[in-house]
């Protein structure tokens, strides 16, 4: 439910940027354990962008595995789920990717004469 | 006439002597030389492709695709404002829990309970958050705190904006306690830093003991995990045991109360550690 003001925040942050300018392309990283689903950040999109610079543009969303770095004896642990338990026993993991919710890039339209 | 050198078009011709065959040739066809006589009588010869030039959009305006990296976190609005409003309380010493739960946990019986009990000791206001009626204010203000409702409309959680303007509303005195009771939800409203110092969840034991592990975005985030309701524990199946393990499988470092609004078991724990907030600022 709240990916569409997460969409919302998406095209008004993006338009900011353009100035105008026509958008093509727009990369997101949206981490597995961020709570958020690309399926419908991409459902939304379509309705948000319309009759802004951002219509029609491509959304691409890369998708960062989650991973842990487990306090106790400092192993890594890829995580599916925000939570899990390391193989020296220990659920006190710090979570080090996985949470990204970002706009990387975006790709717009110039005139060159 | 080709427009990159100005020859004339007319093509050379071969024309042999014996038979008479002319045979023209179309230097135009691919990269060939020419020879040239200007006026001045110089002679120049060079060579050049004239195909390229038949592509219009080289002698026109090109459109180019410009990417421009951002790196822009999607939510530091929220994160600004909620760091503004994190400020405002620290400069007021006032302490702000956000708690969160599933519609129909307590949230509000406990509230009221906790204002009522603690009236004398702890300056408590309150935003209500829900997304319609003002039924909730209405249960608060009959204690005599000062409250204010945020009615999100469609919206599923409160924002570090909506928090910031009800602060406005609510105008809280100096060295008190803000409790902002979010949108009964268990899902969205992990994701909104409102800029309160703990966020607290409620868990009723008339929902499931998997809880935690079903929402583990809400669990994980929360310092505090308020089960409720536990006078009814003989009549439901729930096990306490196992939700507290849960818990600690997501969130090994949370602080759980056990209590029941309506016979006051547990209650006081969970005063003194309100208490105990309000002296040390930082929990």
Redesign the interface.
Known sequence: ??EL??TQ??VS??SE?AEGKKV??IL?EVGKLS??MPDSIQFCFDICSQGTVLEKAKLEILETPGLAVCCQCGTEITLE???G?CNCGS??LNLIAGEE????????????? | MCVTCGCADDNPKITHPQTGEIVTINSHDRESHHTHSLPDGTVVTHSHSHDTVNNESEIHAKIHHTTISLEQDILAKNNLIAAKNRGWFKGRNILALNLMSSPGAGKTTLLTRTIDDLKNELNISVIEGDQETINDAKKIEKTGCKVVQINTGTGCHLDALMVEKGLQQLNPSLDSVVMIENVGNLVCPALFDLGEQVKVAILSVTEGEDKPIKYPHLFRASDVMIITKIDLLPYVDFDVEKCIEYARQVNPDMRIFQVSAITQEGLDDWYEWLRMGIINEEI
């Open positions: 439910m709240h003001g997460i925040n998406i942050i993006v940027y093509q392309r997101l709570a958020i789920k925000p939570f338990k659920t006190q919710l970002k706009i990387k890039e975006i790709e717009v339209e110039e005139l060159c004469v």
